[in-house]
């Protein structure tokens, strides 16, 4: 096996990797800071610096109206893909936190995109299965609690349109995904991209971009 022309990000090479991405705008970079400041234990859970301008290009490229976000914290993630939409499209944001998605609303109202996105506060699975069970969906975020992402994929999968998108953070999970002894969060990514390589359903590419991402589109 070939490992290619892999580069080891340092710290000075991650600099001029987002120096040369488009850069946070100023009510992204307001809730980053914030969230570091408030939540300073949980702020780490906060999707990485490259993944807003990421995920906004993807919504872009796919054109999606109609995203669904499990895992929306303090809104880095929803924030940026709303942003991304056309005006009319419409962002559902799963979380079981009121504390924490608070801060979520305040940014999304401060970038005037509070009216695209409908915030459920409950299990993301109950969220999920409520949802209209023909492929709407155009574009999923998948980031909240890891044991559970295989059920959240079968939710998904068949709710997606064909050629719609559904996007995986941590799919590497800080390496753990190596460790046979693995428990908890990383087991439960280890199982689910095991599930998702093996579904037919779905063409998926795992990508070493920060803690891992997994793009996955349906046939
Ligand atoms: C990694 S954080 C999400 C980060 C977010 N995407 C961002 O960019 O800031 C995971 C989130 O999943 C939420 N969560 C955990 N278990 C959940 C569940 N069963 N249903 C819905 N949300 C859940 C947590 O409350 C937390 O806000």
Same mark, same amino acid.
């Given at each position: 096996? !070939? ?14 990797? @987002? ?10 970079? &307001? ?23 990421? @995920?906004?290009? @993807?919504? =872009? ?8 976000? +499990?895992?929306?914290?303090? &809104? ?26 608070? /801060?979520?609303?305040? $940014?999304? $109202? ?5 009216? =695209? +996105?409908?915030?459920?506060?409950? *299990?993301?699975?109950? !969220?999920?299965? $409520?949802? *209209? ?6 574009? $999923? ?8 992402? +295989?059920? /959240?994929?079968?939710? #998904?999968?068949? =709710? #997606?349109?064909? &050629? &719609? ?6 799919? #590497? /999970? ?9 428990? %908890?969060?990383?087991? %439960? ?23 891992? +991402?997994?793009?996955? =589109?349906?046939?």
């Amino acid at each position: 096996m !070939t490992k290619g022309n892999s580069t080891k990000i340092t710290d000075e090479l991650y600099q001029y990797m @987002l120096a040369h991405n488009p850069p946070l705008d100023e009510v992204q970079r &307001g809730l980053v800071a914030t969230t570091y400041e408030v939540f300073p234990d949980a702020a780490g859970m906060q999707s990485a610096e490259e993944q807003g301008p990421l @995920l906004a290009f @993807l919504v =872009r490229l796919t054109g999606a109206r109609h995203i669904v976000e +499990i895992g929306t914290f303090t &809104g880095f993630s929803s924030l940026s893909m709303a942003q991304a939409m056309p005006a009319d499209g419409r962002l559902i944001a799963c979380d079981v936190s009121e504390e924490w998605t608070a /801060y979520a609303r305040e $940014a999304w $109202a401060k970038a005037g995109v509070a009216d =695209r +996105i409908d915030l459920r506060i409950a *299990p993301a699975l109950e !969220t999920l299965r $409520a949802m *209209p069970a023909e492929p709407h969906i155009d574009m $999923a975020y998948m980031d909240a609690d890891k044991q559970s992402q +295989i059920a /959240y994929w079968e939710e #998904l999968v068949p =709710r #997606l349109r064909p &050629g &719609g998108l559904l996007v995986t953070d941590n799919t #590497l /999970y800080h390496g753990q995904v190596l460790d046979p002894a693995a428990t %908890g969060g990383a087991a %439960g990514v280890q199982a689910y991209n095991d599930h998702v390589v093996a579904d037919p359903r779905m063409e998926s590419v795992l990508l070493a971009i920060s803690d891992g +991402i997994t793009l996955s =589109r349906k046939r």
